[in-house]
């Protein structure tokens, strides 16, 4: 009974998450600002319009009255005369067609969703050939952006779903409601990941830290299946923080042994000792690298293919004609959706498994006759 639940509830969460998808991308021929995509050029501009970050949500168009449907969120920069907030809807088009916002005593432009202070006295934005400006700087940008606002509701998310787990443990050994989905997961971290990688004397210490990165990267993967069309854990930034917080406990909570493999491994001719020293050196800055590159390589790759898939209707509809072109579309989008579904715990769990396995290389103590 409990195993055709369990493939009940998941055959629904693939089907919701597949027709979020669908919607969030089902506007792909509506570029941001109105206009309509049809080359493979602006899809493709489009679609890396979808990848980067942003100072606000935009869900969709409506083509016939060119209203742009979504919600700001909070700006918050500090520019040459201070700190300045605002919502992202203060941003409006001047006269010249750019982005520009009075903030007071200073004006703000948004240029590829960076934003940057205009000089003094200057009322419009002027590019050079390469289209960078020439009379703005950048300013310095605290702003909740849709990122920002993803990873603090995951958060969010997290905080209220181990708070269920804890107070269900209290009621008895067995946790009852929403906690019994959480249990499984927390005790396939602890006996599938963190005690075979680190070791049973250790492995409790290091707990907190591997749930927290798991759940985490997990929830923010199935949030990017939504319309909310979020990409945390395809920015770059993200991926490096993350990658960086296991390099420092691994650096952290390393033992003599540790050290002593890395600058002066025992039983190797001193020769050898100082030739491996910089190659060892070298493999403990490669490995959250690899982390960082394969979290990011991996999401990023998925929207942009899902993204492309669904594009097909557009590219192909005057080969095929608008309705086999959307039926390919469709289907081939559903296919990867599904995939998306298993590459969203795939790459938490592989993360999640790599952080381990460093730590438990850390901590490992070795026996020298």
């Known amino acids: 009974m409990v195993a055709k639940k369990s493939i009940k509830f998941v055959a629904v969460l693939v089907l919701v998450l597949i027709s979020f998808k669908s919607f969030a991308a089902g506007d792909v021929n509506q570029h941001p600002e109105g206009d309509l995509v049809d080359s493979p050029k602006e899809i493709k501009e489009y679609i890396k319009h979808h990848l980067k970050d942003s100072h606000d949500f935009h869900l969709f168009s409506d083509n016939a009255s060119g209203k742009h449907y979504g919600f700001p969120l909070p700006v918050i920069v500090w520019t040459s005369k201070g700190l300045k907030t605002f919502m992202s809807s203060a941003f409006h088009h001047d006269d010249s067609g750019h982005v520009v916002v009075d903030a007071g005593d200073v004006k703000l432009t948004k240029i590829h969703s960076k934003i940057y202070e205009l000089d003094n006295g200057v009322a419009s934005v002027s590019f050079d050939d390469n289209h960078h400006a020439t009379n703005a700087h950048k300013v310095l940008d605290f702003s ?15 905080f209220l779903g181990f708070t269920a787990l804890a107070r269900g443990y209290k009621k008895g050994p067995i946790p ?14 602890r006996d599938e990941i963190a005690r075979p990688n680190i070791g049973e004397k ?28 979020f990409n945390v854990t395809g920015q770059i930034a993200v991926t490096v923080c993350l990658a960086l917080f296991t390099f420092f406990i691994v650096q952290f909570s390393g033992n003599k042994d540790y050290w002593k493999h890395i600058f002066w491994m025992p039983g190797v001719p001193v020769p050898m000792k100082i030739i491996l020293m910089p190659i060892e050196i070298l493999g403990m800055l490669t490995k959250p690298f690899s982390l960082l590159i394969r979290l990011f390589a991996n999401m990023t790759a998925g929207h942009f293919v899902v993204m492309s898939l669904i594009a097909l209707m557009i590219v192909l509809k005057e080969s ?8 390919m579309s469709l289907v081939l989008a559903l ?10 715990f795939l790459q938490a769990f592989i993360f999640t498994m790599l952080s381990s396995l460093f730590i438990g290389m850390a901590v490992e103590e070795h026996d020298h006759h």
């Open 144 to 158: 909740i952006t849709k990122s920002v606002f993803g990873m603090l509701l995951a958060g969010l998310l997290m």
């Open 176 to 189: 009852t409601g929403f906690a019994r989905v959480l249990e499984p997961l927390v005790l396939y971290v």
């Open 202 to 229: 250790h492995y409790k210490k290091f707990m907190g830290f591997l749930l927290t990165v798991f759940f985490f990267i997990w929830i923010l993967n199935l949030l990017g299946l939504t319309p909310l069309g």
């Open 320 to 327: 095929f004609g608008p309705v086999a072109s959307t039926g």
């Open 335 to 344: 296919f990867i959706s599904v995939i998306e579904i298993l590459v969203a």
